[in-house]
């Protein structure tokens, strides 16, 4: 039977009221296997009769695996969150619910598509698989890496979820961050060569002809490129003895994606000084997600809305660079992410709901037909 088995909105609040109550904003300091996130969902899925298995591997990077059957789609999730703003008027950690809307720290990012999971994996017996992570946000990597080096061939295909307004998303940017430690020799700024021996100067000065390579024309023209952090220094009458810039872009999607960003990288460090006095470090380097026709004939036959590509980075692309190919499919919209007073609309909770539930259903059915069996 392929026919998706409804599911309750208020089962999909009940676990959104839980999951966002359980602080998961500083994954470093709090986040290991007795974290209230990762009990509760492990709980949930135990009674839902899942084989739960859950990997803490330090640093606040914890893996929780969920099976049942012989599903041949894995879906994706992080638990973790960003810290909330100043800015809130309500209690970030108390879902809210008002005019079809549930307010609650990633509620949108992407506890809401958690809080579906849950409750797609309890409407019924059929074969599933969920991963659920908690260092996205951080941009480590970490959980969906090692996870991959243990059992990617486990599954067919993976189904990432992220704000999409419940489409499926076949393509994403690349994001790449840095970051530059320059040096000087502090002293007085009254000495003749004040300005030369700044390392502030010296992260300026790269920055300005960082820039240029960001107007129309540049390599980085379409790479949304971005200098978010310079700090360093004492005071104004003091030369700066260190300075740290941090950065990145979002290489667009295409074949040549990878080419394309280290070229970016390589022009990027030309414009370093030549005298030794700037580090370079990679903080994080994430592959753009590009379209591949392995996904095509699963979301066709699933009957999902597709969406448009998406200017954010998910980890849907660590997984198809491993070989695995994905989509990225949740609810709510990328505008609410990360925002104060932060919310997911309901309907859109019922819609996804109903797209993982038909996923579900559909692998079920067609697990029943030998062309369709599958054994991970």
């Not at 307010?103 to 506890?111: M, N, R, S």
């Not at 005071?235 to 970016?264: C, E, K, T, W, Y």
Request: aromatic content about 6%.
């Amino acid at each position: 039977m392929s026919t998706p088995i409804p599911i309750s909105i208020n089962t999909i609040r009940q676990h959104l009221r839980e999951l966002v109550a359980a602080d998961s904003s500083d994954p470093v300091a709090t986040m290991n296997a007795d974290h209230p996130a990762i009990l509760y969902a492990a709980h949930v899925l135990e009674c839902a009769n899942c084989e739960v298995s859950i990997t803490d591997l330090g640093d606040g990077c914890v893996n929780l695996l969920a099976t049942r059957g012989q599903p041949t789609t894995l879906f994706n999730c992080h638990l973790d969150t960003v810290k909330p703003n100043p800015n809130w008027t309500r209690d970030p950690f108390h879902l809210h619910v008002e005019d079809n809307r549930a307010y609650g720290l990633g509620a949108c990012d992407i506890k809401g598509a958690a809080a579906c999971i849950l409750s797609v994996a309890q409407s019924s017996s059929q074969p599933i698989a969920i991963l659920f992570t908690t260092d996205e946000e951080a941009g480590k990597g970490k959980c969906v890496q090692l996870f991959l080096k243990e059992q990617a061939s486990n599954w067919d295909r993976v189904v990432v979820a992220e704000p999409t307004e419940a489409k499926a998303v076949f393509q994403h940017r690349g994001f790449a961050s840095f970051e530059i430690e320059f040096t000087g020799n502090a002293g007085h700024t009254s000495g003749a060569n004040a300005s030369t021996n700044s390392a502030i100067h010296k992260a300026i000065e790269w920055g300005h002809k960082a820039l240029a390579l960001a107007q129309p024309g540049g390599i980085l023209a379409d790479a949304r490129f971005n200098i978010g952090l310079i700090e360093g220094g004492t005071a104004s009458n003091v030369i700066a003895a260190s300075a740290i810039a941090r950065f990145g872009f979002r290489p667009l999607p295409s074949p040549d994606a990878v080419s394309i960003a280290q070229q970016s990288i390589n022009a990027l460090h030309t414009l370093l000084p030549d005298d030794a006095t700037a580090k370079w470090t990679d903080r994080f380097v994430g592959p753009a997600l590009v379209r591949t026709e392995a996904m095509t004939p699963a979301v066709k036959a699933w009957g999902i809305e597709t969406g448009p590509d998406v200017d954010f980075w998910t980890e849907a692309a660590l997984f198809a660079n491993a070989g695995l190919p994905a989509i990225v499919l949740g609810p709510g919209n990328i505008a609410q992410a990360h925002a104060s007073d932060e919310y997911v609309e309901l309907d859109q909770l019922e819609h996804c709901a109903h797209a993982y539930s038909t996923i579900v259903a559909k692998e079920a059915a067609n697990q029943l037909t030998p062309e369709g069996a599958h054994a991970p």
